[in-house]
Every structure is written in C-alpha cells, then in structure tokens.
T-cell receptor
Framework: SAVISQKPSRDICQRGTSLTIQCQVD?????MFWYRQQPGQSLTLIAT?????????ESGFVIDKFPISRPNLTFSTLTVSNMSPEDSSIYLC?????????FGPGTRLTVL | QKEVEQDPGPLSVPEGAIVSLNCTYS??????FMWYRQYSRKGPELLMY????GNKEDGRFTAQVDKSSKYISLFIRDSQPSDSATYLC?????????????FGQGTILTVHP
C-alpha cells in the first residue's frame, strides 16, 4: 500500500477566502483523486488528477471552485476557492496502486 | 435512486458476534467491489477488494459478491471492540470510469465488550 500524507490536517477559515490542501505520496503514482466527505455523508469524488494533464472533474464540481495541480508523480494540491459554510467538509486525496485505492488521513475544513 | 445503497445503522453488537454489513447497487457496470473501514477522524482504510462473484476471505473478514442480485456483503467473525468504526462499501466500473469509486453512505458499527 501507499503512504499518503495531507496538509493541513484541519483548518478553520473565513467565508470568501481560499485554502490549498497538499497531498504527498511516498511512491510515484499515475492517478490521484480528490474526494469530499460532508458531515454525516459518504465520500464523493471531486476530480481525478493525472500528472501532465488537466484534472477531470465530476458532475457538480468545477475548476474555478476547486483548482487542482499535479506537478509530479508524488504530489498534488486541491484549492477550495471563495469558501462558504457549505464547503465545510473533510477533503481526502487517494491514489491508485495495482487496482486498489488508498486514502490519506483527510483535511477537516470548517468555514465560518 | 442512489447507485449504491447501504444501511447506515447504527449497528451495535456484543463482542464475539458475527456482523453482517450489506450494500445493494443498481449500476450493472460496476465490476470491482471494496470494503473500507473508517475510524473517527481518520481516512478510510481498505479492508477487502474483489472483482468476482463469490466469497473472499481474509482473517476474520469475508467479502461476498452476488452480481446477479447486485448485492455485496461483508462478514466479520468474532467481532472485537477494535472493529468499532464506520464501514463503507465502494464500487468501481471499468472502462472510462476506471479509478472512480462510488461509495455507500457507510454503516456505523459499535462492538461492546
């Protein structure tokens, strides 16, 4: 399995600001994913990030709101832009390794 | 109708009990099936991964898939208090949807001593 770390682990932010979440993997992986887990809900895929190409967003998620970078095979960032209280969630990155998907510890975001 | 339905529970059992967790799905394109365990304030941890109908066993855990009925289960034998967590089923289609997981809403399990 892959070892995945995320920064920050949690943050409290003001409405209208932006937060960038970092995801670091201990090995090179082709596919990285960003998920959102809203309070009391399950995980929903935001986008798929492959190195060297634009991220692919799922229905209901747009690049202007959730810009993603994937500069190399071990790192990705997700920015939550112009935040509102509805963006309060846990944001998780995951990686695919031999058909299995492994998750980071998550970033708990609270927007006031 | 959600693509994946999972009974949210909560489920409370005594230590040593056999636990059965279940999910149904409607999308025939799902080919890969997973069970994750998520402890409070942690990321999901992959427990079982399978892609064929039938049973797959790993220690105290058995994953069962019935593609004809679009039904998957996770059985936990000799449950322990350390098994107390939220259990999430997840599914993945092949082809262009490769890599995208669709999750059930999770079942909260408590195993009391």
């Amino acid at each position: 399995s892959a070892v995945i770390s995320q920064k920050p682990s949690r943050d409290i932010c003001q409405r209208g600001t932006s937060l960038t979440i970092q995801c670091q993997v201990d090995s090179q992986v082709t596919m990285m994913f960003w998920y959102r887990q809203q309070p009391g809900q399950s995980l929903t895929l935001i986008a798929t990030a492959n190195q060297g190409s634009e991220a692919t967003y799922e229905s209901g998620f747009v690049i202007d709101k959730f810009p993603i970078s994937r500069p190399n095979l071990t790192f990705s960032t997700l920015t939550v832009s112009n935040m509102s209280p509805e963006d309060s969630s846990i944001y998780l990155c995951s990686v695919e390794n031999y058909n299995e998907q492994f998750f980071g510890p998550g970033t708990r975001l609270t927007v006031l | 109708q959600k693509e994946v339905e999972q009974d949210p529970g909560p489920l409370s059992v005594p230590e040593g009990a056999i636990v059965s967790l279940n999910c149904t799905y409607s999308n025939s394109a799902f080919q890969y099936f997973m069970w994750y365990r998520q402890y409070s304030r942690k990321g999901p941890e992959l427990l079982m991964y399978t892609y064929s109908s039938g049973n797959k066993e790993d220690g105290r855990f058995t994953a069962q898939v019935d593609k004809s009925s679009k039904y998957i289960s996770l059985f936990i034998r000799d449950s322990q208090p350390s098994d107390s967590a939220t259990y999430l089923c997840a599914m993945q289609a092949g082809g262009t949807s490769y890599g995208k997981l669709t999750f059930g809403q999770g079942t909260i399990l408590t195993v009391h001593p």
